[in-house]
């Protein structure tokens, strides 16, 4: 059975913490892992990733994937009580089969 | 990226009712898909919205509960049928591209069913 793991599932900082969220998945035919962001209803995306070791940067917000481990990793540099939400991990399959992880709910406090 | 815009936003509905959601994309896109998101859960695949087609549904969903329509490359319905209060949930539509890129999400129906 195809699944997607996150880690931790909650976590709460304080503002200019850095944090690391993981993803860790087993699936048939991968096709590339989604990092997104959930403030209310509707994820947001923020990186796509389809190759190992090359790490995705937006701002404060980074990412990398181990295609042979089996994880990727999305870190939050200098976090801000805007980063709060929860931030999901989602696997595309070919087929366009998509698999989401059950999130991580990150907690920034002042 | 195209624009998606689902509505409504949000409905209360009483047991037993039907509730139709709308997602609109400004341009032509391939893949159009239905997700449920429970209280405290993360997204759960509903169905695949075909073009032209029957939708394809995932293991737990089926169509009479669900159905689906698709009937241009730009719009998609999704009817949440005889609804019960375990409906209660947030549905959300996205679309996607062949080559498995980002998929991009409406802003979700918050339904609850009293």
């Known amino acids: 059975e195809d699944k997607v793991v996150q880690s931790p599932l909650s976590l709460v900082v304080h503002e200019g913490d850095t944090v690391t969220l993981n993803c860790s998945y087993e699936?048939?035919?991968?096709?590339?892992l989604l990092w997104y962001k959930q403030e209310k209803k509707a994820p947001t995306f923020l990186f796509m990733l389809t190759s190992s070791g090359i790490e995705k940067k937006s701002g404060r917000l980074s990412s990398i994937l181990d295609k042979k481990e089996l994880f990727s990793i999305l870190n939050i540099t200098a976090t801000q009580t805007g980063d709060s939400a929860v931030y999901l991990c989602a696997v595309v399959m070919y087929g366009q089969n998509f698999v989401f992880g059950p999130g991580t709910r990150l907690s920034v406090l002042p | 990226s195209a624009v998606i815009s689902q509505k409504p936003s949000r409905d209360i509905c009483q047991r037993g009712t039907s509730l139709t959601i709308q997602c609109q994309v400004d341009?032509?896109?391939?893949?159009m898909f239905w997700y449920r998101q429970q209280p405290g859960q993360s997204l759960t695949l509903i169905a695949t919205a075909n073009q032209g087609s029957e939708a394809t549904y995932e293991s737990g969903f089926v169509i009479d509960k669900f159905p689906i329509s698709r009937p241009n490359l730009t719009f998609s319905t999704l009817t949440v049928s005889n609804m019960s209060p375990e409906d209660s949930s947030i549905y959300l539509c996205?679309?996607?591209?062949?080559?498995?890129?980002?998929?991009?999400f409406g802003q979700g129906t918050r339904l609850t069913v009293v």
């Open positions: 341009s032509q896109v391939t893949m």
């Open positions: 699936v048939t035919n991968f096709r590339s």
């Open positions: 996205s679309y996607g591209w062949d080559d498995g890129t980002e998929a991009f």
